[in-house]
């Protein structure tokens, strides 16, 4: 069975299977804070070829703090980020969790980029951390 998310409109939709989903991380860097309004994203790692999403999705690219070339994918009619890529790990997806329909299994199991956690959006201590990204 496949989970299924979307964006705030359903413009957008998706699918993958949750058996195939490598992990799951609280992402902290500056990008994903101004990207999601908040402290962070709670994002999914997801291979490429597992990973199926119906409508338009706008795309905006972005040079990360890394040096990295990330393209962002969200909804141009909602504006919601669904999802997101690097030019460096084209065998990969991250998937904004929260727009799971169902999202009650994510279990994130890290942090990243915790130099640059807010202090009113701290990260969990209970999480192993990067400063920065980890090397995938």
């Given at each position: 069975m ?25 992402c902290?860097?500056?990008d ?12 999914l ?8 999403y119906?409508?338009?999705?706008k795309r905006h690219?972005?040079i ?5 070339h990330?393209?962002?994918?969200f ?12 030019e ?9 969790a929260?727009?799971?329909?169902d ?7 890290s942090?990243?980029w ?23």
């Amino acid at each position: 069975m496949r989970d299924t998310g979307s964006c705030l409109c359903g413009q957008l939709t998706y699918s993958l299977t949750r058996e195939h989903v490598i992990s799951a991380h609280h992402c902290h860097c500056k990008d994903c804070q101004r990207a999601t309004g908040s402290g962070k994203a709670t994002i999914l790692i997801v291979p490429t070829d597992d990973f199926e999403y119906r409508g338009e999705a706008k795309r905006h690219r972005v040079i990360g703090a890394d040096g990295g070339h990330v393209w962002r994918e969200f909804c141009p009619t909602c504006g919601s980020q669904v999802f997101s890529h690097m030019e460096e790990t084209p065998h990969l997806r991250f998937v904004k969790a929260g727009t799971l329909d169902d999202a009650g299994w994510v279990v994130p199991v890290s942090s990243f980029w915790t130099s640059t956690a807010e202090s009113w959006s701290p990260a969990d201590e209970a999480l192993p951390g990067t400063e920065r990204n980890p090397v995938l």
